[in-house]
């Protein structure tokens, strides 16, 4: 490439996504298209950064080191950290990835940067950017991963924010190396409940019957990663989802989720604790409004937390432990996504995906301010002015128009409202023509830069408006869209921009260009047109349209639809080998872009012009090397000597078009995001604009140092002005009418650009639009039902051709009306004339080519109807085939029922489909293996099988039935080859089982089908005899003359299922539409029945047979109960008063012969009547016999249903073992793929260890050799002054020991607002450790701190070996923190070692019991056995069937008999062991009764012996006058009494006075309370005061004195107690003394005898 100058970035406007840091106090970042933007806040001045690739991918920076990173669009893409406000390169970061980065993030303690790759690789990397090394990396670790942060507290926790996860990953060091760990963290579910850890083991499904835990993985048969995601995937439910992360100050994580919400984490034993549950329902009044909030963004401050949610609301909140308050809240236009502080935390900025930033300084104000707002949305073009003010107008695609100064200032903008698609500026007039999506053609004014207006709208299209373009001369507004309409405008505001025609092009518009010389007659309009749907795609039409320049206005320049007339426009057409995506029109030129190709190419226009009708061919006279990513736009400039071209690949080139090799790239916009939209130059030809396509950014580019080129750049400043000079005159009569035009009107629209439109859509809705402020936003679309110009042109022509002929056609009208009335006048005599002097409809025809006309059109649309019927009832028919081929047609058996006659018992048969060729090879490939295997069974134990054989027939058929499972040997339809069902011991085995086993089960089938075919069969028979007796039985009625309802039974739609493949005519309901060919099928078995009659009516034999025989060759059996006998004429003719002796013997006669009849036709009666009796007792008694024999098979179908089932069970239990054996494999193999995997890294680890070890060895020798050279300077120290005095020795040492405090030079105060002050004193710190202690020795090497009268060379030698012992100590505590990191590390890497150790244990103990579990599976079978009714297994269905064994019958029979002839001999042995208890028991009874009797008596000769009795008793005994005693007792207690009843009386009275003097002074007392009370705080305040001067005058005394009283309180007690306890001692002397002479005092010599 020769370049041909160098191209600069002017300015760009726009914001590509949301992310924005600070870089410092001041100044913050963010992307816009291919470029880094840097605005300063304070000063609102930007600078740029251009990428250095197709595209910035992530992007971030740290504002208190003034750094930012960000990585490029490419394969294998770098890393670029810079320096603000430099811009220079600090270092290249050559990373693995392959694609992309997801996400970027710096350390703010220390030279650490972040990185997270995209697909495939999804990897993690730690940098240190200053030496561009990677120092730890983790791949396959940052899937789904949308954000990296470090904790500034400590550089060596990494947070990854996922879209469904959070991990935390903690940098184990180890002196020089750096390992990466993961800590997950468990997400709270879906409803805000903490879910406990689960271990993935730990899940399992178990099994059936068999008991056996089988691991989800190896169900689904997966192994490695998938195995183990599986089931993490079913133990984790629906979780939260996180969408925003904050560090706190002690190193914890703030999670705000989309549903709401807060939760803190603790990142050292990830804990989860819920601050904030939406969904509880008694949430605080004061956070009600975090409800509805969900959470974009979280940031730390002093004062708590900065929570950004949706809807613009920004919430202060201040945290402690798990309360919340909110302690303030803003409210913002949009809403924000991105909250940061600056690095000095004074500033808070938010950030929206619209396009807004928001900042607030609370030192300031308390509201946030907006500094920039870019606007939301791509922009779809832009345009330069011709005016003298050089600005440029672009708009985007939500319709927002913006006008730009030369320096990128926005000076106004205008809201259409409306989606746009193009924009161009007008040379003879300030104003801009935007065209929108919905076919509007939009005029701005711009005269006012800071209130453009809307002052023109017309709609030419329903489909968006593509192309817009002004003529050089701005004679012409030319426009164009896919449905191939170019439409000319009058550029003239005084024209009030009049459409002056269309014309239509061949193919819809691909690009449109015009080129118009000065002073020319002609403008030329070039059209890219492609091919129309089923032309040639290999080439691309050119469309050459001369337009004269003077203006349009003649009659003949259009027709009357506004179509431009071949005389004013002059059109030639062009073809192109290869298909053309864009072109340009130059000067005899075009130049294209080929996208095929991807070359650019140029044509030479020939000197003659030719026709539409006949294109030719041009070819390529130049071709080079063009965009490798379109379609790319192409633009000339305004001196016709370049060529910008842009692309998807972001890359505008300018090339010269004298020498197209030569051409100068920039790239302006990312190739990733659709590249560049569309270019365009300004009039002096030398700065360009390029709109990007999805990267929502304007670029401004300056062309600047052109090699050789000065006389182009002179030739563009020459043509700027001769243009300028040239439209000036125009310009200054067409800008003051556009001034002067009102805003925009929807009236204006409807009376100016459509003529007479009031009169042509008289009859559509008006709308009435109020007029608009100019500055004011105004609704533009119009609505879809307005039609277009042409539309209403057309309209036009056809309303003014209405009110022209309305008079003739009024006229044709009323001939019309009287026509149709003659011709229904002559439709009505034609009917009631005779059938053959009627006339045919067709006749009365008078247009017979308009009727043929329509019956043509009827034909069409008649076969059209008949054609997708056809194919309707085609792929019916196609369908049904398929369903009866398939369901139908494949069955060997047919599905079907057989009812009861007389009940609703019904039984089905067995539907069964032909074996296939594959199920009879496996059936006989097992037959003959199972052959093979009896036949070498045979010969080796012939004599065990006799005997089994014998003992087998010996055996009831009950008994094999319950042994094979199954009663399928009972019905004969077992299978010879099937297994025991004990010896079924390997896989292939019960395999070949199962094969056997469906044989069989298809055996039994088939033979009740075979049954019921015979049974249906029987009940056919049996309905065509009923329908036999039947007939005649209706005979019989017609005979009898009796009106009975017969039973006539049928088949039934079950029954008899081939009725539903037929249609009877029946079933048909509508009329049968006939063809053309059944027609005359039909109407000629009409005539041939018509023939077929007229002759039968002249046929000579039938009317003689009627006339002789009644129509019939035999004789008709006489009818006796029809028959009469005629009465005599006698009867008639005479009065039986003049009967004769003749007559009355008739008469008799006949009265006999009547009797006789009438007894004949009672004899017949009886008869017929028991003839149907009969009949009808045979139909129900055949049919009750049917039912039974139906009632018999379906209890038979029972039977085989048991048999059926019986062995679908088998094979169920089989091939539920046959899988879980497999399963039991694939687990034990996925548990040896596991234990291999592990033993391989705990070999890596046990190097691991190995090697950590022998580091720290080596480690801990070179600090051994630090720590004693740090002692050897404390022992040298008197050495080293052996020449000063020991006195000052002693002193020097006191300052050599001695140490600044560093943490006094720490100038971080309360009142700094950064959350993270001491953030520096965390992680590895040790060079800024050892300059702030030299910095602080500095002060103690002053010479204000030397001893008096020490030599200043002594001084200076001391502070240099104070110095160095200063360093040696730092040097000390630096090899300790690496020695404790890297034992760290080492124990660490011991501890995960034993893990894996514990890990492979368990996995060989899983593995050797699955083995275990797998060989017992296969020893272990699983038996069925067929039980009686009645008899059951266990009581217990859930029972542990583990240690069950199968006996047989016969054992069990023995062992019963046995027990119970033991029973029988047990019973006799214990009834005569309980009589003799019994006897021995009433004995015992006896004794013990009488031993009692004998104790009784005792007791009370004893108690008789020892009874004392006082004076009283004593004199009580010895009174003999009882009487006198008790009444003199009697009148002592009244006398008692009565003295009692005084006493009494004189207590009340004197109570009652005591209570009266009590009363009396209670109310003294609570009269003086009273006032006690009032006095008594006065008192507690005085008492408190000398309480507290005493306790503070007394404390020591007081102390003193209290510890005395306790000593001697104790002491007290001590001797009260041992006081206590001797008199306790007396107490129970003096008791056993008092019992023992009590004793002494009663002797009971008897009492003596008996002891």
Not at 849 to 856: G, I, L, N, P, R
Not at 1382 to 1406: G, P, T, V, Y
Request: charged share 30%.
């Amino acid at each position: 490439m020769d370049a041909m100058g160098n191209l600069e970035v002017r300015w760009i406007q726009g914001f590509t996504n949301s992310t924005v840091h600070f870089v410092d106090n001041d100044t913050v970042c963010y992307t816009c298209g291919n470029h880094i933007c840097f605005l300063n806040l304070e000063t609102k001045s930007k600078s740029l950064l251009q990428g250095p690739g197709r595209g910035i991918g992530a992007f971030t920076a740290r504002g208190t080191s003034g750094i930012f990173a960000f990585s490029e669009k490419r394969l294998s893409p770098s890393i670029f950290v810079h320096v603000f406000p430099e811009l220079h390169m600090k270092n290249e970061l050559k990373g693995m990835a392959q694609l992309d980065y997801t996400s970027l993030a710096l350390s703010d303690c220390g030279p650490y940067l972040g990185c997270c790759s995209s697909l495939p690789d999804h990897t993690i990397t730690v940098w240190n950017w200053e030496t561009a090394e990677p120092i730890c990396t983790q791949p396959q670790a940052g899937k789904d991963v949308i954000s990296l942060v470090f904790n500034p507290m400590n550089w060596l926790q990494l947070c990854a924010l996922g879209t469904a996860s959070i991990t935390v990953w903690n940098i184990e060091k180890s002196a020089s190396l750096h390992v990466l760990k993961p800590c997950v963290v468990h997400l709270p579910t879906s409803d805000g409940s903490l879910a406990e850890r689960s271990v993935p083991t730990s899940y399992t499904v178990k099994t059936p019957h068999f008991g056996q835990n089988i691991p989800p993985s190896t169900i689904s048969r997966l192994k490695g990663n998938k195995a183990e995601n599986i089931v993490t995937k079913l133990n984790s439910g629906a979780r939260l989802t996180p969408t925003a992360i904050c560090w706190t100050a002690t190193s914890d994580l703030f999670v705000g989720c989309s549903e709401g919400y807060l939760f803190l984490v603790n990142t050292e034993n990830l804990s989860v604790s819920v601050l904030f549950n939406p969904t509880t329902p008694d949430v605080a009044p004061e956070l009600a409004d975090l409800k509805q909030c969900s959470f974009q963004d979280l940031t730390l401050n002093k004062n708590g937390v900065i929570a950004v949610g949706k809807d613009g609301v920004v919430h202060g909140m201040q945290i402690k432990g798990t309360q919340i308050d909110i302690t303030q809240t803003w409210q913002i236009e949009e809403t924000a996504t991105t909250a940061i502080y600056s690095p000095n935390y004074e500033t808070l900025l938010l950030s929206s995906n619209t396009g807004q930033i928001y900042v607030l300084n609370s030192a300031r104000s308390e509201k946030f301010v907006k500094v920039l707002d870019v606007l939301s949305g791509n922009f779809v073009a832009a345009a330069w002015s011709h005016a003298d003010k050089n600005f440029c107008v672009s708009v985007k695609d939500s319709g927002e128009l913006q006008l730009w100064t030369v320096d990128g200032v926005c000076l106004g903008s205008l809201t259409l409202q409306a989606e746009v698609t193009s924009v161009a500026c007008c040379p003879i007039a300030q104003y801009a023509a935007v065209g929108t999506t919905s076919g509007n053609i939009l005029f701005v004014d711009l005269n006012r830069e800071q209130e453009p207006r809307l002052v023109h709208q017309v709609q030419l299209y329903h489909s968006p408006v593509d192309y817009l373009v002004f003529d050089q001369e701005g004679h012409y507004l030319l426009t164009g869209a896919s449905d191939s309409h170019i439409y000319v405008i009058d550029a003239k505001p005084s024209k009030k921009f009049s459409i002056i025609g269309y014309t239509v092009v061949p193919g819809p518009i691909l690009s449109l260009s015009t080129q118009c010389l000065r002073d020319g007659e002609q403008v030329k309009v070039l059209a890219l047109c492609a091919r129309q749907e089923g032309n040639n795609h290999e080439s691309s039409l050119l469309t050459l349209l001369s337009l004269p320049a003077k203006d349009l206005t003649g009659p003949d320049c259009v027709d009357r639809h506004g179509c431009l007339s071949p005389h004013v426009l002059k059109v030639s057409c062009y073809e192109v080998p290869r298909p053309l995506e864009f072109c340009v029109l130059g000067v005899s030129k075009i130049f294209a872009y080929c996208h095929r190709k991807k070359t650019l190419q140029q044509f030479q226009f020939p000197q003659d012009t030719n026709g539409p009708s006949s294109p030719q061919m041009l070819q390529p006279e130049l071709e080079v090397k063009g965009h490798p990513l379109g379609p790319a736009s192409l633009a000339l400039s305004p001196h016709q000597l370049w060529l910008a071209s842009v692309g998807q690949d972001g890359l505008l080139c300018i090339r010269e078009t004298a020498s197209m090799d030569r051409y100068i790239e920039l790239q302006c916009h990312p190739c990733g995001l659709g590249g560049v939209r569309s270019v365009t130059f300004s009039a002096e030809g030398l700065t360009l604009l390029t709109a990007g396509c999805k990267d929502g950014s304007l670029v401004c580019t300056n062309l600047s140092r052109i090699k050789g080129g000065e006389a182009g750049v002179k030739k563009a400043a020459q043509n700027s002005q001769a243009t300028a000079h040239f439209l000036k005159n125009i310009f200054d009569t067409e800008n003051p009418v556009l001034v002067d035009l009102p805003a925009w009107r929807q009236e204006s629209c409807l009376g100016s650009e459509i003529p007479k439109e009031s009169e042509v859509s008289s009859g559509a809705e008006t709308v009435d639009v109020s007029e608009q402020d100019e500055s004011s936003n105004i609704l533009l679309p119009a609505p879809p039902s307005h039609p277009t110009w042409l539309e209403g042109r057309r309209q036009a022509v056809m309303e003014e051709e209405n009110e022209k002929y309305s008079e003739k056609k009024e006229i044709l009208r009323k001939s019309m009306r009287e026509l149709r009335g003659t011709i229904q006048e002559m439709l009505c005599e034609n009917e009631t004339l005779p059938a053959n002097e009627r006339l045919g409809q067709k006749e009365f025809n008078l247009d017979l080519e308009d009727q043929k006309h329509q019956v043509a059109v009827v034909e069409q649309e008649v076969t059209r109807v008949r054609k997708e019927i056809e194919w309707e009832i085609l792929e019916k028919c196609f369908l049904r085939d398929v369903l009866k081929r398939e369901c139908w047609d494949s069955m060997k058996v047919k599905g079907r029922a057989i009812k009861a006659f007389h009940s609703e018992q019904e039984v089905k048969n067995y539907p069964l489909k032909e074996r296939t060729e594959k199920e009879v090879k496996e059936l006989r490939k097992v037959e003959n293996i199972r052959k093979i295997e009896m036949a070498a069974c045979n010969k080796s134990s012939n004599t065990t099988i006799l005997k089994e054989e014998e003992q087998r027939e010996e055996d009831n058929t009950a008994e094999k039935a319950a042994v094979s499972g199954s009663f399928s040997a009972q019905f004969g339809y077992s299978n010879p080859y099937i297994y025991d069902q004990f010896s079924l011991k390997t896989t292939e085995q019960r395999i070949n089982q199962i094969v056997l086993l469906q044989d069989v089960i298809y055996g039994i089938k088939m033979a009740f089908n075979t049954e019921f075919e015979g049974l249906h069969k029987q009940k056919v028979q049996e309905l065509n005899r009923v329908r036999e007796r039947n007939k005649h039985i209706s005979a019989i009625l017609l005979e009898l003359d009796i009106q009975q309802q017969l039973w006539e039974p049928s088949l039934s739609v079950s029954e008899w299922p081939e009725s539903l493949l037929t249609v009877d005519d029946s079933e048909i309901k509508s009329e049968k539409c006939l063809s053309p060919e059944q027609r005359k099928e039909e109407e000629r078995k009409k005539l041939e029945e018509q023939r077929h009659s007229a002759a039968k009516e002249d046929d000579c034999r039938d009317r003689a047979l009627d006339n002789m025989m009644d129509g019939a060759l035999e004789v008709k059996k006489e009818d006796i109960l029809r028959l009469e006998i005629p009465p005599p004429e006698l009867v008639l003719s005479k009065p039986e008063i003049q009967w004769t002796e003749e007559d009355k013997k008739v008469y008799k006669q006949y009265e006999k012969k009547t009797k006789d009849l009438s007894e004949r036709k009672e004899k017949y009666k009886k008869l017929m009547e028991t003839e149907m009796k009969r009949l009808q007792g045979t139909t129900r008694d055949a049919t009750k016999k049917f039912d039974e024999t139906l009632t018999k098979l379906f209890e038979k179908k029972i039977k085989f249903e048991m048999a059926v089932y019986q062995g679908k069970l088998q094979i169920a239990q089989l091939v539920c073992s046959v899988l879980l054996e497999e399963e039991m494999r694939n687990r034990e193999l996925e548990l040896m793929l596991k234990l291999e995997k592990l033993l391989a890294h705990k070999d890596e680890l046990e190097e691991e260890v190995k090697l950590r070890e022998e580091d720290v060895e080596l480690f801990h020798e070179t600090y051994d050799t630090v720590v004693a050279e740090d002692k050897i300077l404390d022992k040298e120290f008197r050495k080293e002054f052996c020449d000063v005095p020991g006195q000052i020795v002693d002193h020097l040492y006191k300052l050599f020991k001695r140490r600044p405090r560093v943490q006094k030079l720490r100038t971080q105060t309360d009142s700094n607002p950064n959350p993270f002050r001491d953030q520096r004193l965390c992680g590895s710190q040790a060079p800024d450790a050892l300059s702030k202690m030299l910095k602080a020795m500095e002060e103690l090497d002053a010479p204000e701190h030397k001893p008096e009268g020490l030599n200043p060379s002594i001084w200076e030698r001391f502070c240099l070996v104070r110095r160095t012992k200063t360093e040696s100590e730092q040097k000390v505590k630096v090899k300790a923190l690496a020695l404790a990191e890297m034992q760290a590390f080492l124990q660490k890497r011991r501890d995960e070692n034993e893990a894996a150790e514990q890990e492979i244990k368990n996995l060989s103990d899983e593995r050797e019991r699955v083995h275990k579990a797998k060989n017992h599976s296969l020893i272990d079978i699983m038996v069925q056995v067929v039980l009686k009714q009645g008899q059951v297994s266990t009581a217990d269905v859930t029972a542990d069937d583990s240690d069950f064994i199968l006996l047989h019958r016969s054992v069990v029979e023995e062992l019963n008999k046995t027990i119970r002839m033991l029973g029988e001999q047990k019973i006799a042995s214990m009834v005569e062991c309980k009589d003799f208890r019994k006897g021995t028991m009433q004995l015992e009874w006896e004794h013990k009764v009488i031993r009692a009797q004998i104790e009784d008596l005792n007791t009370k000769a004893r108690d008789i012996q020892t009874l004392r009795l006082s004076e009283e008793q004593r004199d009580y005994l010895n009174e003999t006058d009882r009487e006198g005693l008790v009444s003199k007792q009697v009148s002592n207690l009244a006398k008692t009494i009565d003295y009692q009843e005084m006493t009494h009386q004189y207590n009340v009275q004197k109570r009652m006075k005591e209570i009266e003097h009590l009363n009396k002074q209670a109310a003294k007392k609570a009269q003086r309370n009273k006032i006690l009370e009032q006095q008594h705080p006065e008192m507690r305040v005085t008492v408190a005061e000398r309480r507290q001067i005493h306790d503070s005058a007394d404390s020591e005394e007081s102390l003193a004195s209290t510890s005395e009283d306790s000593f001697r309180v104790i002491a007290q007690q001590r001797k009260l107690k041992d006081l206590a306890r001797g008199q306790v001692e007396d107490l129970v002397f003096l008791e056993s003394e008092l019992e023992r002479l009590r004793m002494r005092s009663f002797p009971a010599l008897d009492q003596l005898k008996h002891n």
